[in-house]
């Protein structure tokens, strides 16, 4: 198999080199060249026209070139050494606290599933579970960097809890060696002067909740009452973001079949002034009608294109803004190990539901087939076979191993595979097609 992948876009050849993550823009000669050794040195009645245009010495210059990218391991690179014996091994260093399974929002396409966990008290984490976790994290032997993300439902519903959380993190931080990081999820509605003036002070990363233009947020995301959200929240988030200068945020939506046209989501994002942004597509079973669907593939790509047009436009005035998705440094970011394991889910990384009932990641909390343990008075017995389970699902997708974007996907998403192709060893084609168009863009964007 040769771990290549050419591919043309706008007024660009690209050949990105699977294994060692390098790419090259090249010319029409070199992108002969390099497809005459991909097929074994077999051209095709057209290769062989194409390269009858050039001279002798060009050809020859060309190929020199190649072969110098190809000694620097650069190009036809082999795979790294060791990727077969993974075994799940790690340390746990990430949690995902359900600190309420409660919200004041009842969004559509939530997978949050309310009062299922902690319903002996009112859908709340209580301070022993949320305690019990920390030390879960505090009693790990290895590592220093440690991160703690308050989920939900939505978390400030049990901001009391959270407060005392970041106490108790940073105090057994600093006598167990370990440095606590914090992220938030929310939709804002809860971002009262006390709760921002926390997070501010403590340096929390906030993922706010905002889908795009007023009519797309308000479709999906309304309050308990039915009524409304966006004009509601909008005001919220501005004056959160003025008060710790718009850094340390993402504004985080999701498009769904009912917006398509998502980039005019962005672009509506981007003119009310925010500039870390990521819009994901929705984890929905088919049959539902915000699902999105294969036949909206051609859409969709049309709609990424026009996102990098927007990128660029933005960029090439001075007023850039980042897309989470086209964020991608192939020359200091993770190594290829990193990339391989992705999120980490089920060894690395785990969920904590209300209840203290504990899971591979967030969007499998109340599955009960992914349960892995539960906080309790007793000593932790963690189901560490069953989170490999999911954590190594990727290698045993058939098409996974032979992907060229297998070290950039992280292998993908277990929960979509699971909740979209209905089996945690099979891809969805939906999921993994939009994964391969937003990442040639984003490799485009690296070469412009």
Not at 336 to 355: F, H, M, Q, T
Request: aromatic share 10%.
């Amino acid at each position: 198999m040769t771990d290549l992948h050419m591919f043309h876009y706008r007024d660009k050849r690209l050949v990105y080199d699977v294994n060692s993550g390098s790419l090259h823009e090249v010319d029409e000669l070199a992108w002969e060249l390099i497809r005459r050794m991909c097929s074994g040195g077999e051209l095709n009645q057209n290769e062989v026209f194409s390269l009858q245009s050039y001279s002798p010495r060009e050809i020859e210059q060309a190929q020199t070139e190649i072969n110098i990218l190809k000694d620097g391991q650069m190009l036809f690179s082999l795979p790294p050494p060791g990727l077969e014996q993974r075994s799940g091994g790690g340390r746990l260093k990430a949690l995902c606290l359900f600190m309420s399974c409660n919200c004041n929002l009842q969004c559509s396409y939530c997978f949050a599933r309310p009062m299922e966990q902690g319903k002996d008290n009112n859908g709340n984490m209580n301070r022993d579970v949320a305690l019990r976790a920390v030390d879960l994290l505090l009693e790990q032997e290895d590592g220093h960097f440690c991160e703690i993300d308050f989920f939900g439902g939505e978390p400030l519903l049990n901001f009391p809890l959270i407060r005392e959380i970041v106490d108790y993190a940073q105090n057994g931080g600093v006598h167990k060696n370990k440095e606590f990081t914090f992220t938030l999820t929310t939709n804002a509605l809860l971002l009262g002067e006390d709760v921002s003036a926390f997070l501010n002070k403590e340096n929390i990363s906030v993922i706010l909740s905002l889908d795009g233009r007023p009519a797309v947020h308000d479709r999906m995301r309304r309050a308990v009452s039915g009524e409304e959200s966006y004009a509601r929240v909008l005001p919220h988030m501005h004056k959160f973001l003025q008060e710790r200068g718009y850094n340390n945020y993402f504004i985080r939506g999701t498009y769904t079949a009912h917006n398509l046209d998502f980039c005019k989501d962005v672009e509506h994002l981007v003119a009310e002034g925010f500039d870390s942004l990521s819009l994901e597509p929705v984890v929905a079973k088919a049959g539902l009608p915000y699902a999105l669907q294969e036949g909206h593939i051609p859409r969709l790509e049309e709609e990424y294109d026009s996102l990098v047009e927007l990128y660029l436009e933005r960029r090439n005035a001075g007023r850039p803004f980042h897309f989470y998705h086209f964020d991608m440094d192939l020359e200091k970011g993770p190594c290829v190990y990193k990339r391989l394991s992705g999120c980490g889910a089920g060894i690395e990384y785990l969920a904590v539901a209300a209840d203290g009932t504990l899971y591979p990641c967030h969007q499998f909390v109340g599955t009960d087939e992914f349960c892995l343990g539960k906080l309790g008075d007793g000593p932790l017995e963690l189901d560490h076979e069953g989170g490999k389970r999911v954590a190594l699902s990727a290698a045993q997708r058939d098409e996974c191993p032979h992907c060229w974007a297998r070290y950039l996907c992280g292998g993908g998403c277990a929960a979509a595979s699971y909740f979209l192709a209905g089996d945690l060893y099979r891809n969805d084609n939906l999921y993994c097609t939009l994964q391969r168009i937003r990442l040639e863009r984003a490799l485009y964007l690296q070469a412009v």
